[in-house]
T-cell receptor
Framework: DAGVIQSPRHEVTEMGQEVTLRCKPISGHNSLFWYRQTMMRGLELLIYFNNNVPIDDSGMPEDRFSAKMPNASFSTLKIQPSEPRDSAVYFC????????????????FGEGSRLTVL | AQSVAQPEDQVNVAEGNPLTVKCTYSVSGNPYLFWYVQYPNRGLQFLLKYITGDNLVKGSYGFEAEFNKSQTSFHLKKPSALVSDSALYFCAVRPLSGGYNKLIFGAGTRLAVHP
């Protein structure tokens, strides 16, 4: 399997522009997570989906952030409008939650999307 | 609040020496605890987990971790460090309430192994 695939790997944009980050989870995984990593705040969970349904978006910093998962193989994280403080590495991760509700399985991370907002 | 703390920003070890990366947790009840590693410009990779049973858990790349309930700790250890172990290490906990399917990560500890 190719693993979790994120695009773009690097994005430089100007303040006020819309940014869309994309993620393709591992085939067969039914849970998907978006994390943000910065030096100041470490690794923060933004939102996660189970079976394409958003479960907990309490980590989404503001209304400027939105995430969708239209199907089991694709998710987007959108920032509109972007601000310099949004500069970070954004990680997507996925895992399979079994029918018995085992939530202890390994989380597989993508390589991350490094966003710089000027 | 349910959380993990990694008290050291950085740990320096000479190659061949044993290493310990510390983690303490704050979770009521029986915690589910994890260690992940991040190499430069890469995503996090799973190392090991404690769910129940033996307090000493063995994981990838020769790492192990010891769950200590009385000290609320889950320290990561390796008997003999390699230069290639240099990376950022994260301890994580799965909440027992308010979201069974998410992991809360610590701030991370940078391990530097010197030749």
């Amino acid at each position: 399997d190719a693993g979790v695939i994120q695009s773009p790997r690097h994005e430089v944009t100007e303040m006020g522009q819309e940014v869309t980050l994309r993620c393709k989870p591992i085939s067969g995984h039914n849970s998907l997570f978006w994390y943000r990593q910065t030096m100041m705040r470490g690794l923060e969970l933004l939102i996660y989906f189970n079976n394409n349904v958003p479960i907990d978006d309490s980590g989404m910093p503001e209304d400027r952030f939105s995430a969708k998962m239209p199907n089991a193989s694709f998710s987007t994280l959108k920032i509109q409008p972007s601000e310099p403080r949004d500069s970070a590495v954004y990680f997507c991760a996925s895992r399979q939650v079994t029918g018995t509700g085992d939530y202890t399985g390994e989380l597989f991370f993508g390589e991350g999307s490094r966003l710089t907002v000027l | 609040a349910q959380s993990v703390a990694q008290p050291e920003d950085q740990v320096n070890v000479a190659e061949g020496n044993p290493l310990t990366v510390k983690c303490t947790y704050s979770v009521s009840g029986n915690p589910y605890l994890f260690w992940y590693v991040q190499y430069p410009n890469r995503g996090l990779q799973f190392l090991l987990k404690y769910i129940t049973g033996d307090n000493l858990v063995k994981g990838s790349y020769g790492f192990e971790a010891e769950f200590n309930k009385s000290q609320t700790s889950f320290h990561l250890k390796k008997p003999s460090a390699l230069v290639s172990d240099s990376a950022l290490y994260f301890c994580a906990v799965r909440p027992l309430s308010g979201g069974y399917n998410k992991l809360i990560f610590g701030a991370g500890t940078r391990l530097a192994v010197h030749p």
